[in-house]
């Protein structure tokens, strides 16, 4: 392999750059006029909402569009070469040495038939020719660099063997292998929990920090980006919006479309009464269907008509800035830091009686060994144990945790779909855990409902919205014929703000966002009581998010529902929720007021998971907490408190009562619960994790 | 009267032509496959700045396109003589391609009919119209409609009836005409006649018949019992699905033509045990649209007793006169030998659609949809039949023109062995087993079923492919 010389122009320069397919009705422009540069140890972010071609620059800088796209302008120099010129020779000595693409879902980047280590050695037999023993002592190295536990057991595995979040180590292992020069990231956090995320994202820094690589970091959420990026570039519909340096963009955005993004997103500081979150309008324009002038321009407020839309508008640099430009006409007129048209502010809703009383809920679930012949060895997996808690009329009673933390085990207990084994479940002061689905009454199954969390798959694709949500109300009973139900299906959707002519169209008609709203029409077409909404905006945009947060809320208001939200965003659970359940390995370690949960004194795990989740804010300061390791499984829960092995605090507590008992449920003030062995007074030591330092 | 020729008055004109388009057909192969050594490419796509795109064609190009003109002219000779067919009036002129052409009118007109209001209505038409969009789908639609019309109109097309016998017409050539024709009977058998003096041609046509009114019933019945069993075992699981699984697997292994021998031996036709099958597997149907009508109106009493007294008394009627025999109206009834070849395809067909159901419920009901279905309390067989089995429609709907086309051949299988069908039956597998005697003298009694039997098929495999493309296209 030839050497690798020293080179400091930037590494990547892409300028003007345009991609398009071709199907066979028309040109489908995916990228237009997009242009950025990334210097030698620097971490570029790329972010914007699905759709918007972050990804295809990814794909169009690896020169992998498949058949029908094509690179129909502009240049990408990657050391000052340009890719659009190399022979596919040429591509191929590049790609994967120099320069390295790491996907969203670790499982499908890893051989399933190959070990670890014959996999990660590939790499450098295949591109420096190295031999077997040298490749395999890199590997090693590599496999220890990335923080892995026992490599050498890391490499004689086989992927299913590992967790997500150490295949998705193992895919930057082999990332690494070749020293590239550029690593290209798409997404590849994603998949992962919060906790384990913040362990990649440290990784990835330190690793950018220690070889020195350039980073091209493609996500959708602002929050990450700004823990692990320099610069970012923000692109809309195709284009580059507005790019500069983190600072520049954060606190100074010259786009209306940054803007709107910010003030979507649950900042600390927001609140659903006073501070409601300002929803983009309208929806992302489809790519044959972009408006002339400004793709933005019909959703933005500071649309001119005339000048907005009347031609192509050009990238401007934004004078006094370091490389930051934007794609506005008027960013100099604009006042940037005139504060957001507060819509409708709310009161607080009056939080009436108990409706739903949980007391020391268990379901246990048998796992045989083999399903022919019953008998053999039998495990037990504890996915709820000794669950209590109490919810409201009109209240918002958050559940937060990963997967795998026992949350949809309970949601299944409270639907019926599965029967408790302990304790019991009270609605209105009736035993309901006992109770399958198929044996409650019409009632009790119409007041309890659910909202699903992937938009995608919470309808039934081959029948009409309407019918959908007919059936719902026929199996509730509510109507006498079909006309007087059709009447109440179209309330219904008036009630979720859709257009009545959705009644007639298929699913696949839909965006997310819409599709997500008729799942919350078929909640309540019941008029459900308590609706356990299973992570309803997780799947959507950040623009959309705002949006169904704010119907779910105000639907809330005006029926009087119990909303169990089950999250695992902090961010938007402290925005919309009035008290906090945080979930670790089937049990509820921490219970009390929003405000309570999010200060200290914490229980280590919230502290932790405070930590890592992404907030976008240049004037936060957080704690920097890493947990190790992985979630246990549930089949094998670790002795005594399940979250011994990963604790910081544990060597606080005396003795080994942390891997010997469960702790008891403290009680630290009215209404705050936490499941903790650690004294009163190291309690009372903890620090805030989250500072907002101006302001 | 003399022979007539294959192809008429325009043989002298288009003959060579033909010659020359399979000629030039092959010289673009040969010159394809040359230059590809040569290490030649085909053209590629280029954009200019402009957005427009231009392709640089090389000799390989030029090839393929030599290749696909010879292609079109070919077909192109075809449709002449069907046409000179119609056209002319004299069987002389017309050749014995233009005489079937002219015989199939009906089938011609049908067929375009067909098309032309499908392509005009193809976008509101869901799936079916899309199938338009494929050229594959729409020849292969082509192909098993053009058999489809056929049967239906086979009375007016056939020249002879199918048991007809001219003794001296025994073994005669394509285009023989008939010693001393009676006033008004057709002048010629058109593909000759077989060892005992029928027609060949309408024995054909009337094959086409046969075999259409067996493949598609019994194939619907083997996945109304595969459904109504794959459910239930891909939803349910647990013992179910392995009791069920295993049963399914002791048939599949169970050696087939082994299995038809079996029910066709007289001991067993006489213990009854093919009507007891019958009367077992044509209860499913039955099953499936009662408990389709119940889980769907359970909450709409009038409505659902309305829709199960129709399946009831419509399903039982069917019964009696499918399964005993005993259709009190009289109107249905099968003949014993066909129940058995019926009840064997059903039989040997509906575990392999069990298995392809329940690996297909398998996947569906971890969705959200079937979860909602669940939590607002919908019985399990609303989950299992409306929710569920509208999703699995794609891969079923391939899979059924497929199985028509297996259970085609299967059919003509059964016929080669003289099993179900009676003797002379002009099906396709028994017509093709008659001609194999004297095939090296006589191939002309053989091949016409032959060349029938393979191009419904690939007919109903082309139409899968189209189906199984463009669905998966939405």
């Given at each position: 392999m030839a050497e690798r010389e020293d080179y400091d122009g930037p590494i990547l320069e892409i300028e003007n750059l345009s991609i398009s397919f071709f199907t066979r009705l028309r040109e489908i422009p995916a990228v237009m006029d997009f242009s950025c540069k990334v210097m030698p140890g620097e971490a570029m972010g790329l972010v914007g909402e699905s759709g918007c071609g972050k990804s295809t620059v990814a794909l169009g800088v690896m020169q992998d569009l498949g058949v029908n796209g094509r690179i129909v302008g502009g240049s990408i120099k990657f050391k000052g070469r340009d890719l659009n010129e190399m022979s596919q020779e040429e591509l191929r000595a590049i790609r994967g040495s120099e320069i390295a693409m790491i996907y969203q879902e670790p499982m499908a980047s890893?051989?399933?038939?190959?070990?670890i280590g014959k996999q990660l050695m590939e790499v450098p037999m295949i591109h420096e020719g190295k031999s077997e023993a040298e490749a395999y002592q890199m590997a090693l190295e590599v496999v220890q660099d990335v923080r892995l536990p026992d490599p050498e057991r890391m490499l004689r595995s086989?992927?299913?063997?590992?967790s997500g979040g150490q295949q998705q180590r193992i895919v930057i292992a082999m990332a690494l292998m070749s020293k590239p020069s550029l690593l290209i990231l798409d997404e590849p956090t994603t998949a992962l929990d919060v906790t384990v995320e913040a362990g990649i994202v440290d990784l990835v820094k330190g690793l950018g920090e220690k070889y020195g690589t350039s980073m091209l970091f493609i996500s959708h959420n602002l929050g990450l980006v700004l823990e692990t990026c320099d610069r970012l570039c923000v692109m809309y519909s195709g284009e580059a919006v507005e790019t500069g340096s983190i600072e520049d963009v954060f606190d100074e955005m010259q786009h209306p479309y940054t803007q709107a993004l910010f003030r979507s997103i649950p900042l600390p500081g927001a609140d659903k009464n006073a501070r409601p979150l300002v929803a983009i309008p309208g929806n992302f324009p489809l790519p044959h269907e972009r408006p002339p002038g400004c793709n933005f321009g019909p959703r933005c407020n500071y649309f001119e008509e005339g000048r907005c839309n009347s031609g192509d508008i050009p990238m401007a640099r934004v004078p006094g800035n370091d490389r930051h430009s934007t794609r506005c006409l008027r960013f100099q007129e604009i006042d940037w830091s005139a504060p957001p048209d507060v819509g409708e502010t709310t009161e607080k809703a009056e939080v009436g009686n108990t409706v739903l009383k949980v007391e020391n809920l268990k379901k246990y679930y048998e796992v045989a060994a083999s399903a022919l012949f019953s008998g053999g060895d039998k495990k037990v997996v504890k996915a709820n144990e000794t669950i209590s808690f109490e919810a409201r009329e009109s209240e918002t009673l958050a559940i937060v945790g990963e997967s795998g933390c026992g949350k949809s085990t309970l949601a299944k207990v409270l639907m019926g779909l599965e029967t408790a084994t302990d304790g019991q479940v009270l609605l209105d002061n009736k035993n309901i855990e006992g109770t399958e689905i198929q044996n409650r009454d019409t009632r009790t199954i119409s007041s309890v409902q659910m909202v699903f969390q992937n938009p995608f798959d919470t309808l039934n694709p081959s029948m009409t919205v309407g019918r959908q949500i007919m059936r719902a109300l026929e199996v509730f009973g509510i109507g006498k014929n079909d006309a007087e139900r059709r009447e109440k299906m179209l309330d219904l959707l008036d009630l979720v703000k859709l257009?009545?002519?959705?009644?007639?169209?298929?699913?696949?008609?839909?965006s997310g966002g819409q599709k997500q709203r008729v799942g919350i029409a078929r909640a309540f077409a019941g008029g459900a009581r308590i609706v356990v909404a299973d992570e309803p905006v997780s799947a959507l945009d950040v623009s959309v998010q705002a949006a169904v947060t704010d119907l779910l809320m105000e639907i809330q208001r005006r029926e009087k529902t119990t909303l169990l939200f089950i999250s695992h965003d902090l961010s938007i659970v402290r925005y919309l929720s009035d008290r906090v359940m945080v979930m670790y390995l089937g049990h509820v370690v921490e219970i009390g007021d929003t405000a309570q949960v999010f200060?200290?004194?914490?229980h280590p795990y919230t502290e932790a998971l405070l930590s890592a989740v992404p907030i976008a804010d240049t004037s936060v300061e957080k704690k920097h907490i890493v947990l190790e390791g992985d979630i246990p499984s549930a089949m094998n829960p670790p002795s005594g408190?399940?979250?011994?092995?990963?604790?910081?605090?544990?060597?606080?507590?005396?003795?080994?009562l942390c891997e010997t008992e469960v702790p008891p449920m403290k009680r630290l003030a009215e209404g705050h619960e936490i499941k903790c062995h650690l004294a009163e007074d190291i309690l009372q030591r903890m620090e805030p994790v989250i500072v907002v330092t101006d302001e | 009267m003399d022979l007539l020729t294959w192809?008429?008055?325009?043989g002298p004109i288009l003959n060579p032509l033909m010659l020359a388009a399979v000629a030039v057909f092959l010289l673009g192969l040969i010159g394809n496959f040359v230059l590809t050594l040569a290490g030649q490419q085909a053209g590629e796509v280029q954009i200019n700045a402009d957005h427009t795109l231009t392709i640089n064609r090389t000799p390989v190009d030029y090839a393929l396109m030599a290749m696909k003109y010879a292609v079109l002219l070919f077909l192109a000779c075809c449709l002449a003589y069907i046409i000179g067919g119609l056209v002319q009036s004299d069987p002389m002129d017309q050749g014995i391609l233009g005489a079937m052409g002219r015989r199939f009118l009906p089938v011609w007109i049908a067929l375009i009919v067909l098309f032309a209001l499908s392509i005009t209505f193809k976008r509101k038409l869901g799936l079916y119209g899309k199938l338009f969009d494929s050229l594959i789908g729409m020849i292969g639609f082509g192909l098993v409609m053009f058999w489809m019309f056929t049967a239906i109109f086979a009375g007016t097309i056939i020249t002879f009836g199918p048991i007809d016998v001219i003794s001296q017409m025994r073994n005669e050539v394509p285009g023989t005409p008939l010693p001393n024709p009676d006033d008004g009977a057709y002048l010629y058998y058109l593909l000759g006649g077989d060892n005992l003096g029928r027609d060949v041609f309408s024995r054909m046509v009337m094959g086409a018949r046969e075999v259409l009114k067996i493949a598609p019933a019994a194939t619907l019945f083997a996945f109304m019992v595969g459904i109504t069993l794959g459910l239930p075992a891909g939803y349910f699981g647990g013992k179910l699905d392995t009791v069920l699984t295993f049963i399914a697997n002791l048939v599949l292994a169970f050696p087939v033509i082994l299995l038809f021998y079996l029910l066709v031996t007289p001991e067993i036709v006489d213990a009854g045990i093919p009507t007891y099958m019958a009367a077992v597997l044509f209860l499913f149907p039955i099953i499936f649209f009662v408990v389709l009508f119940n889980s769907r109106y359970h909450t709409q009493p009038t409505k659902r007793l309305a829709y199960i007294a129709i399946s009831l008394v419509i399903g039982f009627w069917l019964y009696s006169g499918l399964a005993f025999n005993a259709d009190p109206l009289g109107l249905i009834s099968m003949p014993g030998n066909i129940l058995i070849v019926f009840v064997s395809v059903v039989f040997v067909n509906s575990p392999t659609v069990f298995r392809i159901v329940r690996g297909i419920v398998l996947d569906i009901k971890t969705r959200d949809y079937v979860a909602a279905g669940q939590t607002r309390g919908e019985g399990p067989w609303y989950i299992m039949l409306w929710e569920i089995l509208p999703n699995a429609r794609g891969p079923l709907i391939v899979d059924f023109c497929l199985r028509i086309g297996y259970t085609t051949i299967l059919l003509g299988t059964l016929g080669f062995f003289g099993l179900g069908v009676s003797p002379e039956s002009p099906d396709w597998g028994s017509t093709i087993n008659e001609g194999r005697r004297l095939l090296t003298i006589y191939p002309h009694p053989a091949l016409p079923p032959a060349l029938a039997l393979m191009s419904l098929v690939l007919g109903l495999n082309l139409l899968a492919d189209g189906l199984r493309e463009e669905s998966l296209k939405d």
């Open positions: 890893l051989n399933p038939a190959m070990r086989y992927p299913h063997q590992l257009p009545r002519a959705f009644a007639d169209r298929m699913p696949r008609q839909l200060a200290p004194p914490y408190c399940p979250f011994q092995t990963r604790c910081k605090w544990k060597s606080e507590v005396p003795g080994n | 192809t008429g008055a325009l």
